[in-house]
């Protein structure tokens, strides 16, 4: 590293304020009590577990982040199998918890080799696995002695599951399964953790039985040699090379020459080819096999709050602390001001900052909807015929609720990432040039987090699900059907007004608020419906109506999950009254910002009048926006994000953003090292680097 | 090493076929409409003549950028950029052919600022003799230089700056002083490793004639410094220069920060065409127009509004060409048998990329259209007229900001409609991506400088309402004025634009909207005082409002007077004209409404007029973008090459390009070896913590 700059340099302070001091006054401004309210929202238990973790891992050497941005893509990956093993060390040792590990994992802050291990190999192992296949494969997956994938996607397929090219072939003769890969595009893609990483993956191929195709079926493959970590023969398998992000998980690619697996390979607890009759037999529930992906993306909505408040956290800190022009009303003797006090940075960011609690919240509900279906198809399955699988009759119970799971949670994954990821690239030109900076913190979490905006279904694709549920709910509504889930009760509610309009006093009431969007989605759906069923519009034509609907619908559903939360007994039992005043204006900033920006639809479905929408734009917002702005600090500081993980100059908790800076670019940046001769006409790149150059 | 893969082909119809029928159903001449868009000044010509060059030269090969470290890409960076310049001179190259060179390499040049801000720099506020002394010196590359203005703790405020430059009497030399940290200079290009020597802005500080203990500040003013040694390369004693670190994007661009600690430069080191610091009695004198130092920001900002439909149309060919490509799906209401359907035949990638594929055009038109306000003005500007100058300072920036920001977000809009693939290194759209970002918060912020357009625009409109019924003096004022007479009419005289049956209607919708932002923020403003902080969010707005409606009228005027292109490929033009302003007046529909610049009756039907002129454009996608004539080399995608061969590309890439399939990896936990046989129990890894 280069020698650290002479004493006159480091004896500069920045001019005053102080950034500390700056974060002080804005810290005494308000009254927020932020150890009550990061007790609300992360469990006193999950913040102490979190600090021990802290004080365990940031003094290992090999978790250092310093050098993270200006390492090459192989140095990088090697790096971070590096940690990826301390962290499973100590993980033994400590007889860590999932938990704990995914809570070590976030304070480490980057994707290491064993991700997809520790997740999607292990949950898919242990849900599609029968007891058998437990004991063969997740037992010793557990213990790591196996290292594992989940290989989905391919080369020319992503989210059209059904069109997965990958073919596993019965063959009745030797009782065995032929993987092969019949083209080019058929090569699994992206399959995080296989690249380098990885000896064995679930692979989906398209299941053979006598010439007839039976779909996609996960199958269990060792792809490498456990001895020598090489590829298989006719298996051929490599990683994908840089990407826009993530470059520390090794995504791979994967390809099967006609390779040979035994018939206990595939996973049977819901489907399985009958060793004896050669017998297809068929999934108790088809949708089943997705509740994987409800688990997943339930934790995407989750953390995307958490992700969300990294940039807000960030932002809302260095814009208290950076000063910008006076005001040019104010006196002109006065100081710079703190951009935090501009209405354009302010409706930038608080909104966001709303949004962050308004995702949090949400997310805690859709956990309960997935816990509460867990527990019921859990009781409908007795114990002892766990050994032949769950049947039809004991999962039916639950599989209303997964229905309606499934439909809001993908409409919800899709909204809640973007504005998580779009959120962040707010946050980053928030913070003008020094944004730019990878020191910010602020581009890298971007860079990694964007893949969840496309994965796990592109997030286009998934609103026709939504639509497609919402559709169903109203042709049932309009036959007369009783409204039993909170769905049909908008379009009843609808229905029942639709002759006699709305008049919802969005700027009042808080329960209006919810209830207006709720007739935005309702009548949007039967928009959608008329032009489809009495239409005859093509479903295709129609793509970019159920794309609106299904956002619009998903905001409803945050805009009622966050309104639930803060008039919830549980709230109001953990807050002062003061904090939750506030969390209620975060409820008003979040659903009258988010009715402003959508205006049209609110205006042309008569939910709301032109004056109302006027009204919420040149005032209530702005009064909101006055009425959040002292207390911004805090609400960011109650999210308790430590500053290890945020690993951001601007965004420390102490306010020392320009000593950091220049810290970090003095002291930790190898480019220093290199001292250049600049004459073109010089072939020698460097003065002190004798030897030639590797380039 | 041949293995099995070498056989496999992707699954039918493969690229080539389907990229084939795409350009056969369209009737656009690509070569006609390639030449009408870049053309004119020999643009496709130097291309074709550079590119095999470039080609031939290992040191360009694109292969292995995007896995260097940092430092590595740098050094890369640099060599590069000594190649180019020593290029120039071999093949004799002329400055736009030297241009066309490193935008096909494609690298943000370190050299970037010796060329362009320094030489600029001395070109307009050094003095006869300064010129004569240093311009030799730049043009034959024997000093390296920089442009020095932002500090770590001060961006767009140049007021704020904290560097200071104390005039010494009695050594008739000026002092160079960081007084604080947030006084290092910061973000300054080309200085971080390269330059040796830079202007330095600073604040100048004089003695009070009346009291000479006394010193005053006269505010912001360049010096050129000479900041490292000719010889070493080291920093200058009392100075401390180094680069920034690494950043979003820009990697082979050293920026720096730089601090000085009393250091001492001679009188003539302060750049003094305009203004001057008497040598024996240390009294300043102004300049006469100060605005005229804004000049090269307005150069820089109005070259910016140019360059973004380049960029742009990049991301859009990629786009266009893989979603046509790409399968994925049977329509719903189809045949089930044949193949997956294209996806950009979906609605909903429509939508994001083919409103993209309008605005390329419309940034086209803009962009020409600010080079001649700009061209002209400074014509004004050398003959003494400064009247132009306010609103090529107000369209400027206002351009700047929304053009860049529709390049910037329009690149990300289409690397995310390619989903996964548009994520990985062979989308070609991230080296792009993560340079361009910078553009929205670089030469003032997007938010920022739409203040000044708002500030104009109520001057405009201030004046406008003093005397609405004198002619007007320019076309704002005349519309301005023609508004407010309009105003006094009774209802029943007023009309609604026919913006579905009018391309004139359209414009003057766009026009109307704009005017009427002015007004009432105007009255708010200038009548009700309500404070400007709490108006900012109303004068961005306004800003865009001014800007989508120059956009949309100059689009509107270059096709309507255009005379050269064919009837399929100037019908095609006109439905981007439309899409690109319905898609956009969809966008603030409210705005509109409320302004009466639309009927609530054509608003209702946007969406569905939008859809038709998308499905309009559809078969033309392919060869509109075709016609940009962006080589592969410059898009360096596998998603996004002409012959489509996209399957192919990638899997190459991964299987044979990338350097990390090279290594073979330990994956137990319980031993720290990383790499499979070093046996060096993860030392190495360690070792340069």
């Not at chain 1, 529930?285 to 509740?291: E, T």
């Not at chain 1, 805090?634 to 420390?652: E, F, T």
């Not at chain 2, 610091?277 to 307005?298: C, R």
Request: aromatic residues 8%; contains cysteine.
């Amino acid at each position: 590293m280069p020698s650290p700059p002479p004493d006159w340099v480091k004896a500069l302070k920045p001019s005053g304020p102080q950034g500390s001091e700056l974060l002080h006054q804005e810290r005494a401004q308000s009254n927020v009590d932020v150890e009550r309210l990061s007790e609300l929202l992360h469990t006193k238990e999950t913040l102490e577990r979190r600090a021990s973790l802290l004080a365990l891992l940031q003094p290992e050497k090999v978790f250092d982040k310093s050098q993270n941005h200006s390492l090459g893509r192989v140095e990088r990956l090697q790096r971070s199998l590096a940690k990826a093993k301390r962290l499973q060390q100590l993980a033994e040792e400590h007889k860590w918890s999932m938990q704990e590990l995914h809570a070590a994992n976030d304070l480490i802050g980057e994707p290491t080799p064993y991700g997809l291990h520790a997740s999607m190999f292990l949950v898919t192992l242990r849900e599609q696995g029968t007891p058998e296949q437990h004991k063969l494969f997740l037992e010793r997956a557990e213990k790591y002695e196996i290292i594992g994938c989940y290989a989905q996607t391919e080369l020319g397929h992503g989210s059209n599951v059904r069109g997965l090219e990958t073919t596993a072939t019965w063959n009745s003769n030797d009782k065995t399964f032929t993987i092969n890969s019949p083209t080019l595009t058929a090569s699994k893609w992206w399959i995080g953790s296989l690249g380098r990483t990885a000896n064995h993956a679930v692979v989906m191929a398209q299941l053979f039985i006598d010439g007839k195709n039976y779909g996609p079926h996960p199958f269990v493959v060792q792809v490498r040699d456990l001895e020598t970590h090489q590829p298989l023969d006719n298996v051929y398998v490599g990683d994908i090379g840089p990407k826009f992000g993530y470059n520390t998980m090794d995504n791979g690619f994967l390809l099967f020459n006609n390779v040979k697996i035994p018939h206990v390979n595939m996973l049977a607890r819901f489907c399985q080819v009958d060793k004896e009759t050669n017998q297809y037999a068929k999934p108790a529930m088809p949708s089943l096999v997705f509740g994987t992906m409800t688990w997943v993306r339930a934790n995407i909505v989750l953390d995307a709050g958490g992700v969300l408040a990294r940039g807000v956290t960030i932002a809302t800190r260095y814009c208290a602390v950076r000063r910008q022009f006076q005001d040019r009303d104010a006196d002109p003797h006065a100081g710079e001001t703190q951009v935090l006090n501009y209405k354009m940075v302010q409706v930038r960011l608080l909104p966001l900052l709303a949004s962050m609690y308004a995702l949090h919240f949400t997310g805690r509900g859709m956990m309960r909807l997935y816990e509460e279906n867990q527990s019921r198809m859990k009781a409908a399955s007795s114990p002892d015929q766990e050994s032949r699988g769950a049947g039809p009759e004991q999962l039916r119970a639950g599989a209303n609720l997964l229905a309606d799971l499934h439909a809001t949670s993908c409409g919800l994954k899709a909204l809640a990432s973007t504005t998580a990821g779009e959120g962040l690239e707010i946050c980053r030109r928030a913070c003008g040039g020094h944004g730019y900076s990878s020191y910010s913190g602020i581009g890298p979490a971007y860079a990694d987090y964007l893949p969840t905006l496309t994965w796990e279904g592109d997030n286009y694709m998934l609103t026709q699900q939504v639509a497609r549920y919402l559709l169903k709910s109203a042709r049932a509504v309009l036959a007369g059907k009783p409204a039993r889930n909170d769905t049909s009760q908008i379009l009843q509610a609808y229905l029942d007004r639709r002759d006699k309009g709305a008049s919802f006093d969005v700027l009042d009431e808080d329960k209006d608020i919810v209830a207006a969007f709720g007739w935005r989605t309702a009548h949007l759906t039967f928009e959608a419906l008329k032009h489809r069923d009495a239409e005859q519009r093509s479903w295709n034509s129609l793509l970019v109506d159920f794309w609106r609907l299904s956002t619009a619908h998903s905001q409803y559903l945050m805009v009622k999950n966050f309104y639930e939360a803060v008039s919830s007994p549980e709230l109001s039992g953990a807050l002062d009254p003061e904090t939750k005043g506030l969390m209620h204006q975060l409820f008003r900033l979040f659903s009258l910002h988010t009715l402003e920006r959508e205006a049209a639809e609110f205006f042309s479905s008569g939910a709301v009048t032109v004056r109302q929408i006027t009204l919420t734009r040149t005032t209530a917002v702005l009064k909101l926006l006055d009425d959040i702005r002292p207390h911004a600090v805090r609400l960011v500081d109650a999210w308790a994000i430590p500053d290890w993980q945020l690993d951001s100059s601007l965004g420390r908790y102490d306010g020392k953003v320009y000593e950091d800076l220049f810290r970090r670019a003095s002291e930790e940046n190898p480019v220093n090292e290199l001292v250049f001769d600049p004459y073109p006409w010089n072939s020698a790149l460097l003065k002190n680097e004798p030897a030639k150059s590797k380039l | 090493m041949p293995d099995f893969t070498d056989n496999l082909r992707p699954s039918q119809p493969d690229g080539p076929t389907t990229l084939a029928r795409e350009r056969q159903k369209s009737n656009i001449a690509t070569e006609e409409l390639g030449q009408h868009l870049l053309g004119s000044d020999g643009f496709l010509v130097r291309q074709a003549r550079i590119l095999p060059i470039i080609q031939q030269e290992p040191l360009f090969s694109k292969d292995q950028q995007q896995n260097l470290s940092r430092p590595e890409r740098f050094k890369l960076g640099v060599a590069r950029a000594k190649l180019l310049r020593q290029m120039k001179d071999t093949h004799k190259w002329s400055h736009l052919e030297y241009q066309m060179a490193e935008y096909l390499v494609d690298d943000v040049s370190p050299y970037f600022l010796h060329m362009e801000m320094f030489i600029t720099t001395i070109r307009e506020q050094a003095s006869e003799e300064q010129q004569a002394h240093w311009l030799p010196l730049i043009e034959l590359w024997k000093i390296i230089g920089a442009y020095a203005q932002t500090e770590l703790g001060h961006g767009s405020n140049v007021r704020g700056l904290e560097l200071e430059a104390r005039w010494d009497n009695r050594t008739k030399e000026f002092v160079l002083h960081s007084p604080t940290l947030t006084a290092s200079k910061w973000w300054n290009g080309s200085l971080g490793r390269l330059a040796n020597h830079a202007i330095v802005v600073a604040q100048l500080l004089l003695p009070d004639p009346s009291s000479p203990d006394q010193y005053v500040s006269h505010g912001p003013h360049p010096f050129i410094v000479q900041v490292r040694d000719m010889k070493t390369h080291q920093p200058l004693n009392g100075i401390v220069v180094g680069d920034i670190g690494p950043k979003y994007g820009y990697i082979t661009m050293d920026n720096a920060y730089m601090l000085f600690d009393q250091f001492r430069i001679p009188h003539s080191a302060m750049l003094s065409r305009y203004s001057k610091v008497d040598l024996n009695t240390g009294i300043y004198t102004k300049p006469e127009k100060p605005a005229l130092v804004y000049g090269s920001l307005t150069y820089v900002r109005s070259n910016m509004v140019h360059r973004a439909r380049l960029v742009l149309a990049r991301a859009v060919t990629v786009a266009v060409r893989y979603s046509s490509v790409r399968r994925q799906f049977q329509d719903r209401d189809g045949d089930k048998t044949g193949p997956e359907m294209s996806v950009l035949d979906y609605p909903t990638v429509q939508i994001r990329i083919l409103p993209l594929l309008a605005t390329t055009f419309a940034l086209h038109y803009t962009g020409l259209a600010m080079q001649t306000v700009y061209k002209n003005a400074r014509q004004d500007i050398e003959e003494g007229n400064f009247n132009s100058l306010a609103h090529m300072h107000s369209m400027s920036s206002g351009l700047k900001s929304l053009c860049t920001i529709f390049a910037a977000d329009g690149i990300e809009t289409c690397r995310r409609a390619m989903g996964g693939h548009g994520f990985g290194g062979g989308s070609g759209l991230i080296q792009v991506n993560n340079d361009y970002l910078s553009k929205p918060t670089v030469e003032g912020d997007n938010w920022m400088i739409t203040q000044q357009v708002a500030a104009y625009v109520i001057k405009k409109m201030t004046a406008a309402v003093g005397s609405p019924d004198t002619p007007g003096i320019d076309e704002t004022d005349a519309r301005f004025k023609e508004f407010i007479r309009n105003k006094r009419r009774p209802e029943s005289e007023k009309r609604t634009y026919d913006i579905l049956n009018s391309d004139l209607d359209i414009v003057k919708s766009f026009e109307l909207r704009a005017t009427a932002m002015a007004s009432s923020t105007k009255l708010i403003r200038v009548i009700k005082k309500r404070n400007w902080n709490s108006l900012l969010i109303q004068l961005h707005k306004l800003s865009r409002a001014q800007s989508e409606s120059i956009i949309v009228a100059t689009f509107f005027d270059a096709l309507s007077n255009d005379k050269t292109l064919s009837a399929p490929t100037k019908n095609v033009l006109w439905d981007c004209y439309r899409l690109f302003a319905l898609y956009s007046m969809e966008n603030e529909s409210f705005e509109f409404l409320r302004t009466n610049a639309v009927s609530q009756t054509d608003l209702d039907s946007l969406a569905s007029r939008v859809q038709d002129l998308m499905a309009r454009i559809r078969p033309h996608a392919v060869t509109l973008v075709d016609s940009w004539m962006i080589p592969d080399y410059l898009l360096d995608s596998a998603l996004g090459r002409y012959d489509g061969r996209v399957y192919e590309d990638l899997f190459n890439r991964a299987h044979r390009l990338n350097p990390l399939n090279r290594i073979t990896f330990n994956p137990n936990y319980w031993e720290d070896e990383i790499v499979k046989g070093s046996g060096d129990n993860g030392r190495g890894i360690l070792s340069k913590l």
